[in-house]
């Protein structure tokens, strides 16, 4: 056969849901592939079958399971609720961050499975939601550095010793623009409209670039040194990107629920 | 020694766990949780949640079962798995490959 759109419409719905779940290269290995064993006759039946056939595809074999870094593969890592361990690989392959979902998991905040892909089933109106986090903490800098602005001092920390003490300063307007141009950024990031994964993706690190900016900007105008302000920021953070995912995967699961028990009240099939 | 015995329980769970699930979805459908607790009671096959929910997810893309939120007889909606056609027929066949490795190994360890 020539193209997928020679299948059967039902037909080529299950061949394109699965190869959207693969990555781009092993999608194109098997699409040629698929092309060879399917046609217009081809049942949906068949289809299942010759892609259980397949078997399961592990990371991609061609670059040895490792992956770009995307957006969507950023809330994957983050956010891996059937995966129970904690602490994982980093999506830059570099370290160890949290898995979120793992801990939401164990607290019993949410089922490991209750989104079959996490995040793509959240409704447009939670990414809503979820941006306003990084359009409070823009709105907050701004108001800050335009109440203060008179009284804070011609220079302002901008990097700071383990024990808490500045150690280098710079001009008052180039780290106000610092703090406004990434908290700004980050919030009109929030507002793209990008969903599923790859929003989740961008909802949790415009989070944490607001408040990592919001904090820095609280650290380095406080009259005196914070000696709090160490930890708090680190939690705050930790927290925030946690909090935003979780906030957004109950609402792809109320609405993964809420559409299944529509369709099918009593019986599944 | 111990440790060894595990590893050889360990594989072949592994191979044959697939099957285990797809028989238990053949039975009645049943919710994830309900699985892995299922799985404890036979202590060949007791595999963790962190094992359960990946193979699930990973049968559910082959399209050998299916899944959806359903309201339970107790509690709260809970997502149920199924057994597709294309999955009972796959148990089917894994059924009969199961059977004929499980007489061979008879006739080969259980004589000797």
Redesign the interface.
């Known amino acids: 056969m020539a193209t997928f759109t020679d299948l059967r419409p039902e037909v080529r719905a299950?061949v394109q849901a699965?190869l959207a779940?693969l990555d781009r290269g092993t999608a194109a290995e098997l699409t040629g592939y698929l092309m060879e064993r399917l046609d217009a006759e081809t049942s949906v039946?068949e289809a299942?079958?010759i892609?259980?056939d397949?078997?399961?595809i592990e990371g991609d074999s061609a670059t040895g399971g490792w992956r770009l870094p995307s957006w969507s593969r950023f809330a994957e890592t983050l956010w891996d609720p059937?995966?129970?361990?904690v602490m994982v690989p980093n999506v830059f392959g570099l370290g160890w961050t949290v898995n979120f979902g793992a801990i939401a998991v164990k607290a019993g905040l949410i089922?490991?499975?209750?989104e079959?892909v996490p995040f793509a089933n959240v409704p447009a109106s939670a990414f809503r939601g979820a941006a306003v986090v990084p359009t409070a903490l823009a709105a907050a800098v701004v108001l800050h550095y335009l109440a203060r602005w008179d009284e804070l001092p011609e220079h302002l920390p901008s990097h700071w010793a383990w024990d808490g003490t500045p150690d280098r300063f710079q001009s008052k307007g180039a780290a106000a623009a610092t703090d406004l141009g990434i908290t700004v950024l980050a919030a009109a990031a929030a507002w793209l409209g990008r969903r599923g994964p790859r929003g989740a993706g961008i909802a949790a690190a415009t989070a944490v670039a607001g408040v990592a900016a919001a904090a820095t900007t609280v650290w380095r105008t406080a009259d005196r040194r914070l000696g709090w302000a160490g930890p708090a920021f680190a939690a705050a953070v930790a927290a925030v990107p946690g909090s935003v995912l979780y906030g957004l995967a109950r609402a792809g699961r109320d609405a993964?629920?809420q559409a299944?028990?529509r369709?099918?009240?009593?019986q599944?099939? | 020694m111990q440790s060894e015995q595990e590893a050889w329980v360990s594989q072949f769970r592994k191979g044959v766990i697939e099957l285990a699930v797809l028989g238990l979805l053949a039975g009645e459908r049943r919710y994830g949780s309900q699985l892995v607790d299922d799985l404890a009671g036979f202590p060949g096959l007791a595999i963790s949640a962190g094992t359960v929910y990946p193979l699930l997810a990973r049968l559910k893309k082959a399209g050998l079962i299916d899944s959806s939120w359903q309201e339970s007889p107790v509690g709260p909606p809970r997502k149920y798995y199924v057994l597709t056609p294309a999955g009972a027929r796959a148990l089917a066949s894994m059924r009969e490959a199961w059977r004929s490795v499980s007489a061979d190994l008879g006739t080969i360890v259980g004589a000797s």
């Open positions: 299950v699965y779940e039946e299942r079958r892609i259980a397949i078997g399961p059937r995966n129970p361990k089922e490991p499975d209750a079959d993964e629920m299944d028990l369709n099918n009240p009593t599944i099939m």
